[in-house]
Nanobody
Framework: QVELMESGGGSVQAGGSLRLSCAVS????????MAWFRQGAGKEREGVAC??????YYADAVKGRFTISYDNPKNTLYLQMNGLEPEDAAKYYC???????????????????WGQGTQVTVSS
């Protein structure tokens, strides 16, 4: 079965950086669509970054600051977050799916495997 485990969250001051990791077991990342989502307190879950078959995509709010990447030998997905802002504070989740449409790449309902989430706090 597919299992995902996020790590790397924590508390950082505005302008700081964090790197989130998502270790995946059960599937090889090379065969998956993969993404990072986040959910702030009292807010809807939103897509942050994803790797689709045609490339990588980012939410407008994080473009130029966040980078999604993966390491196939380690079967691990990463999210490098630079220039963090208070608005970035949320619980971050990694998610994967075997395949899916481009239009649903940032739709949480289109992903069937999720990690438990890792909390990111940003202070100004």
């Amino acid at each position: 079965q597919v299992e995902l485990m996020e790590s790397g969250g924590g508390s950082v001051q505005a302008g700081g950086s964090l790197r989130l990791s998502c270790a995946v077991s059960g599937f090889s990342l090379k065969n998956l669509n993969m993404a990072w989502f986040r959910q702030g307190a009292g807010k809807e879950r939103e897509g942050v970054a994803c790797v689709y078959t045609t490339g990588v995509y980012y939410a407008d709010a994080v473009k130029g600051r966040f980078t999604i990447s993966y390491d196939n030998p380690k079967n691990t997905l990463y999210l490098q977050m630079n220039g963090l802002e208070p608005e970035d504070a949320a619980k971050y989740y990694c998610a994967v799916r075997p395949s899916g449409s481009f239009l649903t790449r940032f739709n949480p309902s289109a992903y069937n495997y999720w990690g438990q989430g890792t909390q990111v706090t940003v202070s100004s």
